[in-house]
């Protein structure tokens, strides 16, 4: 079994803005490359399966259009919610709890969000609700797929954010007899 992890293309939103589950708009010349470039990427043949929020609902949809899917939602597959922070600057939230968090990026809850464990934890449950023997595209978030680089292969999710994803980058988990491994890694 393959999984293709598919990033959103770009949001159209100021820099350093945190907006996790904020319904955001994306630059809508990313969102044309990407529709032009990731079905040469991707498997034909493959469940396609989307984050319900619009930043990964509209490339999906693109890839149905292109002969993907067909297109099937999954609110598992949203990104992180971090509660108060979400339509703040980073450098605008305050001091202490970004640091809270950081001292325990797993398990400590923004104000009003989830953990970072919580979004894992979602994610691998996704994950064990697909048919097995057919592989899926995923068109999600760098959390969602961070946390299943991590989750899959038995990893700690300390050091979260030490591998960036881009907008619109493609990664490949395979799943063989002795667990999962990331290709061309």
Wanted: some cysteine.
């Amino acid at each position: 079994m393959k999984l293709w992890l598919v990033r959103h293309p770009q949001p159209d939103v100021p820099t350093g803005l945190c907006y996790g589950i904020t319904d955001v708009p994306v630059v809508e010349s990313h969102l044309d490359e990407l529709i032009d470039r990731l079905p040469d990427q991707l498997p034909r043949d493959a469940a396609l399966w989307s984050s319900p929020l619009s930043r990964c609902l509209r490339l999906a949809q693109g890839l149905q259009q292109q002969g993907f899917g067909p297109l099937q939602t999954d609110a598992r597959l949203r990104e992180m919610n971090f509660g108060r922070w979400e339509g703040t600057v980073w450098s605008e939230l305050p001091r202490h709890e970004i640091d809270a968090w950081r001292a325990n990026i797993a398990h400590h809850v923004p104000p009003g969000g989830e953990a970072l464990s919580t979004l894992a934890q979602r994610g691998l449950e996704f994950v064990a609700d697909l048919p097995r023997g057919r592989e899926a595209i995923l068109v999600t978030h760098a959390g969602v797929i961070l946390t299943l680089l991590k989750s899959l292969r038995g990893l700690p999710l300390s050091g979260f954010g030490g591998q960036k994803v881009d907008y619109g980058q493609v990664l490949v988990l395979q799943h063989e007899d002795d667990g999962w491994r990331l290709l061309d890694e």
